[in-house]
């Protein structure tokens, strides 16, 4: 072990390889908050590309994420880093297409260019779709299931400030009304953190799954089988029931809120990016603490939480596209400050959730399974939404008032996100702690330790947060298969 590697490990108390992980997903999180955010939406739009076209790209990613389903057998012959690095490197090219494309923006036939983007982003999505069932059975293996939350938290800090860096330069580089030349520079930056990202993915063990036999394969009957056992298996059920609903309800609400805020509203596209980086550093001051939380209090409470913040926002969001009043840009920012805040929390919960609900056995398949469910929901929710969109903005101003199209998209949005809440109730688990105590350590003891630097804030609520810790609740001790 490298005496870099033992810093790591002794200072996270985590396995020394996983700093490799962190890494990877610095220089990812730069490539996909360009290549599929808010900076993708803005370059689509620019080449002139409709509602529908935005959200056709927007559930690219998700929607093909089902091609995972077909390389399960490849993931246990060749082992999760060599499929992970492979598709990385590979989908990093598929970007290069992009960067000269931008520079034709009005010399070619409009449908031309935006096809040409199109084509690229959907082999980049292809791509990453086939080997994205490597990483979370990945994690499984590499982490204890009492370090995972803490693991994850640390991602996501480390993602959100790599985010927040690539969304405050991409608003510097494009400022308010961008030449072309910006555009493509922006798509060679996510070129590059492309390839880094899968260098650093390069210095990580080879593993392979432990529950499968060497040489064993799966076919279309052993998938179905196992996708039959996981969704019998009732703790899983619920819980993915959940993250299936709740991410349908949300997929679409960022892509169309960058153009609701700028072509509604009218604000500019360096406004628009600026605004989006508040999303990121709410992330980044509460990822860790969502992280030791759900360790200790479990996934659910969090997801409670967290989700009722994100909800909070969709129907300020209705507010203003309803024109009830006109959005300051201090009160949007508080906004989008508040959803990464939440996003937090949820990502981390979700995914320790799934995992811990998930059958043991043949975990590789199980986690493929899911996403490719995840894939056909979150991947259609921004291509039904810019269908609606499409629909509804072709009736204004009559007999719809100016605007009403995204309030009408946003509302089908919180409904959603409430039926989700109202199934959370039937997630069990082994372990959870009153949400109250969750609400008190979130509005006091975070704060205070953020200020102080004193672990866990007053020493109050630390020891409530201990007392607490073996809470068990009536009927949440999980259920049997």
């Not at 999505?125 to 938290?153: K, N, S």
């Not at 960058?258 to 509460?286: C, H, Y």
């Amino acid at each position: 072990m490298s005496l870099a590697a033992a810093r790591f490990a002794r200072k996270h108390g985590l396995p020394p390889e996983t700093r490799w992980l962190l890494a990877f997903q610095s220089c990812n999180a730069v490539n996909f908050t360009i290549a599929l955010g808010a900076p993708m939406v803005l370059t689509a739009r620019f080449l002139g590309a409709t509602e529908w076209q935005v959200g056709l790209l927007t559930g690219l990613a998700p929607f093909l994420a089902g091609l995972q389903l077909f390389m399960t057998n490849a993931v246990d012959r060749l082992g999760y880093r060599r499929i992970m690095v492979l598709g990385w490197t590979s989908r990093a090219f598929m970007l290069l297409p992009i960067i000269p494309l931008t520079l034709f923006a009005g010399r070619l036939p409009q449908h031309l260019v935006v096809w040409g983007l199109v084509i690229p982003m959907f082999l980049f999505a292809v791509i990453r779709g086939m080997v994205a069932g490597a990483w979370l059975p990945w994690l499984r293996t590499l982490l204890p299931e009492d370090q995972r939350g803490y693991f994850l938290g640390l991602e996501q800090r480390t993602i959100n400030l790599s985010a927040f860096a690539a969304m405050i330069v991409s608003g510097l580089i494009l400022g308010a009304e961008p030449a072309p030349w910006r555009y493509a520079v922006l798509f060679a930056i996510a070129w590059g953190a492309g390839l880094a990202s899968a260098w650093f993915l390069s210095k990580m063990p080879n593993l392979r799954p432990s529950e499968r036999k060497a040489g064993s394969r799966r076919g279309l009957r052993d998938l179905a089988k196992a996708a039959r056992y996981a969704f019998e298996y009732q703790p899983f059920r619920r819980a993915a029931r959940f993250v299936i609903v709740y991410s349908f309800a949300i997929a679409a609400v960022p892509a169309f809120l960058v153009l609701f805020l700028n072509e509604d509203l009218g604000w500019s596209k360096r406004e628009v990016l600026t605004l989006q980086a508040m999303s990121p550093i709410g992330i980044l001051f509460t990822a860790v603490w969502f992280g030791r939380v759900a360790d200790r209090a479990g996934s659910r409470p969090v997801l409670r939480m967290a989700g009722a913040g994100q909800l909070g926002c969709i129907a300020y969001w209705i507010l203003c596209a309803s024109h009830q009043f006109t959005p300051g840009y201090p009160d949007m920012a508080a906004a989008w400050l508040i959803w990464g805040i939440s996003t937090a929390g949820l990502a981390i919960s979700q995914t320790r959730l799934i995992l811990a609900s998930s059958p043991k056995h043949d975990v590789t398949a199980t986690m493929a399974i899911l996403q490719v469910t995840l894939a056909v929901t979150a991947g259609s929710s921004p291509v039904l939404a810019g269908k609606l969109l499409d629909v509804l903005r072709a009736m204004e101003p009559e007999p719809l008032p100016a605007g009403s199209a995204f309030a009408i998209t946003f509302g089908a949005a919180l409904l959603l996100g409430l039926l989700a809440q109202v199934l959370l109730n039937s997630v069990r688990e082994k372990r959870t702690m009153p949400a109250h105590v969750i609400i008190v350590e979130a509005l006091y003891g975070w704060p205070m330790r953020v200020v102080s630097g004193f672990a866990w804030g007053a020493k109050g609520v630390k020891r409530r947060l201990s007392r607490s810790r073996e809470v068990r609740l009536p009927g949440r001790e999980g259920d049997e298969q």
